[in-house]
Structures are given as structure tokens and as C-alpha cells.
């Protein structure tokens, strides 16, 4: 198994910033994708940020401009360094991660962490 433990959420005025970790654990081989995905009240998940195992990053339109993501592969770890934050931005964060087990399995497996709450307000 894969585990995903966020770290970093919490409450924070309007234009203030936040940093997200989230560290991927257990039966890896190698991670192809990590992201971070939002769920605001009443709202369906949406992607926030993603990296691939090749350097390819996508970033919702939302937050361009404004949150950075970036990954230390060697430790399995994605980053989330939100700026400029918005009330907008207020939601469940959940780290995603793509992995494949094995060097003898050629399936990837999806992983999600157990969510951060990110809260802007004044």
C-alpha cells in the first residue's frame, strides 16, 4: 500500500500565503503524477496543480499566476506554495499521487491523502 500525509493547511487572511506538503510512503517503485486537487462545500473536486514524472505541469486557470507546485522526487514529496490567497481558494486540499508498485507491474495505481483544510478569511 501507498500512503499520502498533507501537511501545511490552515486559516489565513485575504493575500496571505500558505505552503502545502504531502509525502508519499510505502510500496512505490516509481511515481509517475502528483497534484493537488480542492474541494470546496457544495462544489465537485477540481484539479489545482499537477506534475508528471516528465516535467509537465498544469495549473487551473484560477490559480495561475499565484500557486507554484513543484516535487522532490527523491523523496517522493509534492509542494503546493500558495501567494496571494482569495476567499475563493477556501477548500479541502488533497494530494494525489500516480504510482506504479513495481518494476514488474505495469499498472499505476491512484492514490488521494486524507485532505488539508485551507480557510481564507479575514
Known amino acids: 500500500q501507498v500512503q499520502l500525509v498533507e501537511s501545511g493547511g490552515g486559516l489565513v487572511q485575504p493575500g496571505g500565503s500558505l505552503r502545502l506538503s504531502c509525502a508519499a510512503s510505502?510500496?512505490?517503485?516509481?511515481?509517475?503524477?502528483m497534484g493537488w486537487y480542492r474541494q470546496a462545500p457544495g462544489k465537485e473536486r477540481e484539479l489545482v496543480a499537477r506534475?508528471?514524472?516528465?516535467?509537465?505541469?498544469n495549473y487551473a486557470d484560477s490559480v495561475v499566476g499565484r500557486f507554484t507546485i513543484s516535487r522532490d522526487n527523491p523523496k517522493n514529496t509534492v509542494f503546493l506554495q500558495m501567494n496571494s490567497l482569495k476567499p475563493e481558494d477556501t477548500a479541502v486540499y488533497y494530494c494525489?499521487?500516480?504510482?506504479?508498485?513495481?518494476?514488474?507491474?505495469?499498472?499505476?495505481?491512484?492514490?488521494w491523502g486524507q485532505g488539508t483544510q485551507v480557510t481564507v478569511s479575514s
Open positions: 506534475t508528471t514524472g516528465r516535467g509537465i505541469i
Open positions: 510505502g510500496s512505490i517503485f516509481s511515481i509517475n503524477a
Open positions: 494525489n499521487a500516480v504510482v506504479f508498485r513495481s518494476a514488474y507491474d505495469v499498472r499505476s495505481y491512484d492514490y
